[in-house]
């Protein structure tokens, strides 16, 4: 396709991927405008956390992870870590993700 790059992540690429077994871990970063909303969506996900969150990936509460910058350094950190087998990561954030 005209103006199509070679880096762009497209089915193909996720359906080799797939079949390398380099699939076994999700995440999903979700922008917010504040902390309300960032704990508003989170204890939405957490009640419904441990149902398929798509495929073969559940949804973990200790994996529903907010991001902004009154947090501790530590807990900030968190997003930074891979998700056991099997479990989708979100990470939920303002924009001190950026």
Not at 36 to 55: S, Y
Not at 68 to 79: A, I, N, T, W, Y
């Amino acid at each position: 396709l005209p103006g199509s790059r070679d880096d762009r992540w497209d089915a193909g690429m996720a359906d080799k991927a797939e079949a390398r077994g380099d699939m076994d871990t999700a995440a999903i970063l979700v922008f917010l405008p504040g902390t309300k909303e960032i704990d508003d969506l989170r204890e939405t996900l957490v009640n419904v956390a441990g149902r398929t969150a798509g495929g073969n990936f559940v949804l973990d509460p200790n994996w529903i992870l907010p991001l902004h910058g009154s947090l501790p350094p530590d807990d900030q950190r968190k997003v930074f870590e891979r998700p056991p087998r099997g479990v989708m990561k979100v990470v939920l954030s303002t924009n001190v993700a950026e």
